[in-house]
């Protein structure tokens, strides 16, 4: 029975001991927690914002273009000349706006896996590499840990010599 006791008391001081740091896990588990909320409804916020302004603008073009057919259509060889320069510009800086937004979207998608990414895996950053005229990709011998060997160490660089 003593032996029993004995055990008994010895979980039960197992387990005091582990509480400090379960709930020390759990304060640092809820903190990423809201700062990864806080982060992705602004991005979200921020995204929504771009998407309907995307769709105002997209509107707006939408009439500027039925104005420019009709204008054309009514015109003579002058002014459907004129149109269309116009309408090739307006199409490029739609393109030009479209491409920017479809950018920071890729980069706010790759930037938050990567930070889940991170977390989940808790592993240390790769170090970077680079990569040769040949395509040959070699280890970079610049890595921000090793003792610094020229001005240049600690930063990633392309070689664009033959080789490495």
């Known amino acids: ?3 029993l006791d004995l055990h008994a008391r010895q979980v039960t ?3 005091e001991s582990l509480t400090p740091q379960v709930d020390e896990l759990r304060q640092g588990l809820t903190g990423v927690q809201d700062f990864l909320t806080k982060e992705l409804h602004a991005a979200l916020h921020q995204s929504a914002t771009s998407v ?3 769709f105002e603008n ?5 009439q500027l273009i039925t104005v420019l057919l009709k204008t054309v259509m009514d015109g ?4 459907a000349s004129a149109q269309e320069q116009s309408l090739e510009r307006v199409t490029l800086k739609a393109s030009d706006g479209m491409a920017v937004f479809v950018n920071a979207m890729a980069a706010a998608v790759a930037s938050s896996a990567s930070l889940q990414n991170e977390i989940v895996s808790n592993k240390p950053h790769s170090y970077p590499r680079e990569l040769t005229v040949g395509g040959t990709i070699t280890p970079s ?4 840990d090793a003792p610094a060997r020229s001005a240049g160490a600690g930063k990633i660089g392309i070689c664009l010599g ?3």
Do not use: F
Request: proline share 4%; hydrophobic share 30%; glycine share 8%.
């Open 1 to 3: 029975m003593d032996s």
């Open 13 to 15: 001081e197992a387990m």
């Open 52 to 54: 309907r302004e995307g």
């Open 58 to 62: 997209a509107a707006h073009l939408q």
């Open 76 to 79: 003579n060889s002058q002014v």
């Open 141 to 144: 011998s610049n890595r921000t």
């Open 162 to 164: 033959s080789g490495p």
